[in-house]
């Protein structure tokens, strides 16, 4: 497994001592972006540009390596995310585990070292100021050192044991064998596996003990422990804004004085974590009531009642929102890149309706893009659920829960509250129940006043047609790796619905109808 280490700190920390000694105590390459600045001949130079130039260096040497299976570590402030995100797609790309540490000093401590002239570094201390008020906080886990607390030995040490722990897990063998000992809390029997292509979750009688595989995606990254521990503190946090009484702990996986592997207790080694759930009854699943047509228009107004209240607590700062113009177009059109599984099911059509499709979603948003920016300013987008499905709700006697919200991805979450109520109003018509979903938009409208006017209504209907695309891009991914028979239903039902919005989006705009 290659191995990716990101030394990030403000200038004169010590990052570079730090990541140079590591270096070289362990092989691995250290690649630093104020000796890449001078290679390039851009001492000086702090264009956007410019240092654009430096990060691309950077990404290509480490790369390289990376794809060699060296282990890479690279050094330079990382102060924002926009400069770290391109390194975490990169260890995505080579299948790297990622590790970040941070290096710090007290501000006396590097008044001092910047004060004096250093070997490839041009930061003076109004640098370092420049740069500590524009620092972004490091979104995730990761490793905390100071250089002017701890010997640089001692610093190499910490690091080295911070990755080999990292790279521990749990295996579905060992999973398997807590579940048939009962090494859990809670009734032993009956329990059972659930595996997911991110998770397996133990059921028992009381529990539900959700453990993250060690797997990475270009939406998810799990690979060490440290990234899942991080997921399920985030998911039990998340999760209990909906579902508190749902959502109970983080537990320790690990060994205990006996060497027996359990969750929970009291343990000497830590190689995995879970997130423990109080079990409900599967029978008040709504996806389970719509099926038996047990979906009553007062629950479904109860349930947009509640989201309305959830939405207005969880407003986002348009400066959280991290949107940019074209995100919307990009993440639409990544269904046309599918065009052999839906010619394998609709056949030669497919690619009429692609284009048709395609060209009816990009002058939707050429003329709508200007609306979606405005609604981030006006307090429209919401640190939501990000999954709001029939699956995902519960309709008990006391009133809904809705759970497993999206924590593992903030933009899948980070959203227009109207792109969230479209989520389950489009879920509600895949299963042939528009009735309840105007019931459920009634209690939400109740206490929101939204969607009301035109436009806010075009919006709604292409969020609509947008959670439609999702849901057939997974169905259609899902054919393409299966026996074709299995999921062709599904597809073909999302096929259908996303291309029954497009009419009517066409049909509400006019604009569209006429090419412009």
């Known amino acids: 497994m290659a191995v990716l280490i990101l030394v990030c700190g403000l200038p004169g920390t010590g990052k570079t001592t730090v990541a140079s000694a590591f270096a070289a105590a362990t092989g691995a390459l250290h690649v630093n972006s104020d000796v890449l600045r001078k290679k390039l001949g851009l001492m000086g130079h702090y264009t956007p540009a410019d240092k654009a130039r430096v990060y691309e260096a950077l990404i ?49 401590v590097i008044r001092e070292r910047v004060g004096k002239e250093r070997a490839d570094s041009e930061a003076d201390f109004a640098v370092y100021e420049k740069i500590r008020d524009a620092f972004e906080p490091l979104a995730g886990p990761c490793l905390q050192v100071w250089s002017d607390r701890q010997s640089l030995p001692d610093m190499v040490t910490a690091i080295g044991e911070y990755v080999r722990r990292g790279a521990g897990h749990v295996t579905f063998e060992q999973i398997q064998t807590i579940v048939d000992q009962g090494l859990f809390p809670g009734r032993p029997a009956p329990a059972e596996v659930v595996e997911t292509h ?126 940019q113009p074209g995100d919307m177009q990009k ?70 829960l809705v759970f497993d919200c999206i924590e593992f991805n903030p933009h899948f979450r980070k959203i227009d509250r109207l792109n969230e109520l479209a989520f389950l109003c489009m879920d509600l018509d895949a299963n042939g129940r528009a009735e309840l979903s105007a019931d459920f938009m009634r209690g939400y409208r109740e206490k929101s006043g939204l969607p009301g006017t035109p436009d806010e209504i075009s919006l709604f209907l292409y969020y609509k047609a947008y959670r439609a695309n999702v849901r057939l891009k997974i169905a259609l991914l899902e054919w393409a790796g299966r026996i074709p028979e299995v999921p062709a ?19 509400w705009a006019p604009f569209l109808r006429k090419g412009s």
Request: glycine share 6%.
């Open 60 to 108: 290509e040497e480490a790369k390289t390596a990376l794809m060699g299976k060296r282990p890479v570590i690279v050094d330079s402030t990382f102060y924002q995310e926009k400069i770290r995100e391109p390194f975490r797609r990169l260890a995505t790309d080579c299948g790297a585990e990622l590790y970040w540490i941070m290096v710090g000093a007290s501000e006396p």
């Open 198 to 323: 991110i998770s397996w979750v133990i059921l028992t009688p009381d529990f539900a003990f959700k453990i993250k595989k060690p797997v990475g995606f270009h939406f998810l990254d799990f690979r060490t422990l440290y990234q899942r521990e991080y997921s399920c503190r985030e998911e039990l946090r998340l999760n209990r804004r909906l579902a508190p009484q749902m959502y109970l702990d983080v537990l320790p996986v690990g060994r205990d004085a006996g060497n027996t592997l359990r969750i929970g207790g009291e343990l000497t080694e830590t190689i995995d974590f879970a997130v423990q759930m109080k079990r409900i009854d599967n029978r008040c699943q709504m996806d389970v009531l719509l099926a038996q047509n047990k979906v009553s228009s007062g629950q479904m107004y109860a349930l947009g009642s509640l989201i309305a209240s959830f939405h207005r607590e969880h407003v986002l700062r348009p400066e959280a929102v991290g949107y």
């Open 331 to 400: 993440d639409f059109n990544d269904l046309f890149s599918l065009v052999k599984p839906a010619c394998g099911i609709v056949g030669e059509a497919a690619l009429a309706t692609f284009e048709f499709w395609q060209k009816t979603a990009d002058r939707f948003l050429k003329r709508y893009e200007p609306l979606v920016l405005a609604r981030i300013q006006n307090g429209d987008w919401v640190d939501g659920h990000g999954d709001l499905h029939a699956r995902n709700i519960f309709l008990l006697p006391e009133g809904p």
């Open 489 to 507: 239903a599904a597809a073909l039902r999302y096929w259908n619905l996303l291309d029954t919005y497009m009419r009517e989006l066409v049909e």
